[in-house]
């Protein structure tokens, strides 16, 4: 960790130059030039000038909610729980039977609450993430140095590649198939 301090530029106050103090802008990887705390007074005030503006934001992120689709289920997040080992989905960080539901495609991106797209987050992943997508959130983690879990996201070589891997065990089966003496008995898989 570094020893950095920087200067507030609202109230003047010198802090460690940390997500902690100043948070981080996901869209450039660096610090904000105010603490948190002027943030948050600034916020508040932008809030009260500005009411009708708020109000629309909101609105417009009801939308959004309601056009994601019915929530998800606790079943759904006991499920995802599961699946990451009670651990964030970022970071690693073990969430003790807490952390928060994350849209992998935000919704403000079009993302739904289908369960494909859900995952659970520690609150201050979840908060760093914002408005990115999960893949996006991961390279800036990792451009910043920050601990990520290991995540294999594949590019379109490799859909590719898995395509004609498919493919190439479908063609064999059916050919195994074909050369089956009449009466054989053919396995068949259900997909869960």
């Not at 494909?116 to 996006?136: E, S």
Request: glycine share 8%.
């Amino acid at each position: 960790m570094s020893n950095e301090t920087k200067q507030c530029s609202t109230c003047g106050n010198f802090f460690p130059l940390t997500r902690e103090n100043y948070g981080q802008r996901a869209s450039t990887g660096g610090f904000r030039a105010r603490c948190r705390m002027c943030d948050r007074e600034a916020k508040a005030r932008y809030a009260e000038e500005n009411r009708e503006q708020v109000r629309e934001k909101w609105r417009r992120q009801n939308d959004r909610r309601k056009a994601a689709g019915q929530p998800w289920s606790e079943e759904d997040v006991a499920v995802i729980r599961t699946k990451l080992r009670d651990r964030c989905f970022y970071c690693g960080e073990t969430l003790f039977g807490g952390g928060e539901i994350d849209h992998m495609t935000s919704l403000a991106q079009g993302g739904t609450n289908e369960f494909h797209n859900l995952t659970l987050a520690c609150m201050p992943c979840n908060r760093a993430k914002g408005g990115l997508d999960a893949r996006a959130y991961i390279e800036w983690r990792r451009s910043r140095g920050e601990p990520c879990r290991d995540i294999f996201w594949p590019t379109q070589e490799d859909l590719g590649d898995i395509r004609q891997a498919v493919e190439t065990l479908r063609l064999a089966l059916e050919r195994r198939a074909a050369k089956q003496p009449e009466g054989a008995k053919i396995l068949t898989f259900k997909r869960r």
